[in-house]
């Protein structure tokens, strides 16, 4: 039993740990123009219990509370700390067309939100860091609006399916920074 406890402590203070991807301030990486550069979406979905709606009100004051943007396209993005112009994922409504009204008093309640992280994230670097962090805000975003916390598929999230979306990004991340390095032995 103290061990169960200790473990769900141990769980909940990572989950809440700040969220700063710990990196160092760098000038964000430029690929020559010539290199096709690879791109990967990875995809979760935070939906309200079955049967049950997102009070939109209370949406909007989670988001903006967890530091979320409100866009000028009318969806949510999540800024990578410390660096003010790359998004580390964003928000969209489940519902079509996928975004939300600039006044949520006036638009129609949805049950489910998509977060979608576009790799690369920064200069291709850490992109593991950036999912963590992703995963750590749409959890306590999960909390927050008492949903559930779900694959691509719609499937509720098992560690199962978190160890293979962190497979995943490792192997995009090892065949981007590859290619960046091969391109830069040809030319130097």
């Not at 979905?45 to 939109?56: E, I, S």
């Not at 866009?71 to 999540?78: D, K, L, Q, V």
Request: charged content about 25%.
């Amino acid at each position: 039993m103290v061990i169960a406890l200790l473990l769900a402590f141990g769980v909940w203070r990572f989950m809440r740990r700040e969220r700063i991807v710990m990196q160092p301030a760098q000038p964000t990486y430029q690929p020559p123009a010539h290199i096709d550069l690879p791109s990967k979406n990875i995809i979760l979905n935070v939906l309200a219990k079955p049967g049950h709606l997102f009070d939109n009100l209370q949406l909007f004051q989670v988001m903006h509370e967890l530091g979320f943007a409100f866009s000028e396209n009318r969806i949510f993005g999540y800024f990578v700390p410390n660096r003010e112009n790359e998004i580390a994922f964003r928000i969209v409504n489940i519902r079509r067309p996928h975004t939300f009204d600039g006044h949520p008093e006036e638009m129609r309640p949805t049950n489910g939100l998509m977060a979608v992280m576009e790799l690369p994230i920064a200069d291709g670097d850490n992109q593991l860091s950036y999912f963590q962090l992703m995963v750590s805000v749409l959890d306590e975003l999960r909390e927050r609006l008492d949903a559930e916390l779900c694959d691509v598929n719609r499937i509720p999230l098992k560690d199962k399916t978190l160890y293979k979306i962190k497979k995943t990004i490792e192997q995009f991340e090892q065949s981007y920074q590859a290619l960046i390095q091969n391109d830069y032995r040809r030319n130097h």
